[in-house]
């Protein structure tokens, strides 16, 4: 069992950037592939990048050069650092996790755990 909570949502205006950030409670925190996925208003919720355990990366193409997903195993912490932000990246970003260490997956119905969400809101 794990508890994911989100910060660093939030205003910023088309251009600019914002770091996102999950903590994870419980143990075994390396054992999990994590992961962002986000939600607008009237769209289902869209993958948006992944990480695994020993750091293996993927990203949907529309944040690819301009997102980044990290991950500090020490702090159980997931980030993902957003610059460049367009209007379209305005959405509820949630942090999810799957107990598999390894886990290349961009399918959010595979995560079993998630957060309660953050806003971030791009203005034109």
């Known amino acids: 069992q794990v508890q994911l909570v989100e910060s660093g949502g939030g205003l910023v205006q088309a251009g600019g950037s914002l770091r996102l950030s999950c903590t994870a409670s419980?143990?075994?925190?390396?054992?999990?592939?994590m992961a962002w996925f986000r939600q607008a208003p009237g769209k289902e919720r869209e993958f948006v990048a992944f990480i695994t355990s020993d750091g293996s990366t993927s990203y949907v193409d529309s944040v690819k050069g301009r997102f980044t997903i990290s991950r500090d195993n020490a702090k159980n912490t997931v980030a993902l650092q957003m610059n460049t932000l367009k209007p379209e990246d305005t959405a509820v970003y949630y942090c999810?996790?799957?107990?598999?260490?390894?886990?290349?997956?961009?399918?959010?119905?595979?995560?079993?755990?998630w957060g309660q969400g953050t806003q971030v809101t791009v203005s034109s």
């Open positions: 419980g143990r075994a925190f390396t054992t999990y592939t």
């Open positions: 999810a996790a799957v107990p598999f260490p390894y886990y290349h997956t961009t399918n959010p119905a595979n995560y079993n755990y």
